[in-house]
Nanobody
Framework: QVQLVESGGGLVQPGGSLRLSCAAS????????MAWFRQVPGKEREFVAA????????RYTDSVKGRFAVSRDNARNTVYLQMNSLKPEDTAVYYC????????????????????WGQGTQVTVSS
């Protein structure tokens, strides 16, 4: 199982930017589809973005398209989430997940596909 550690969260004003990072342990990072999810109290974890093994395929939930960008650096075992034009409704705990199964098709938007999770990092968008 892979260990994941998120960082980069914080308090930002509406319209501001943050970059989240997720560092993975182990030597098989390039074999994992990676994703970002977010969760607010009382609600289910929500898909945000996912990226394929090489980074050539990226998927986003509609509410963040054009504002967020997911990327990865396989040499550094790290996946990133660049968040621009942040809105108060983006406030949540953000989690990165790793899909360690060998699958065909697009990176999954389904939480159940991701077997390893980090501890989360809080993002608060408020004036």
């Amino acid at each position: 199982q892979v260990q994941l550690v998120e960082s980069g969260g914080g308090l930002v004003q509406p319209g501001g930017s943050l970059r989240l990072s997720c560092a993975a342990s182990g030597r098989s990072f390039s074999s994992y589809v990676m994703a970002w999810f977010r969760q607010v109290p009382g609600k289910e974890r929500e898909f945000v973005a996912a990226i394929s093994l090489s980074g050539s395929i990226r998927r986003y939930t509609d509410s963040v398209k054009g504002r967020f960008a997911v990327s990865r650096d396989n040499a550094r075992n790290t996946v990133y989430l660049q968040m621009n034009s942040l809105k108060p409704e983006d406030t949540a705990v953000y989690y990165c997940g790793a899909d360690i199964q060998i699958r065909s098709g697009l990176p999954s938007k389904d939480e159940s596909a991701y077997g390893s999770w980090g501890q989360g990092t809080q993002v608060t968008v408020s004036s």
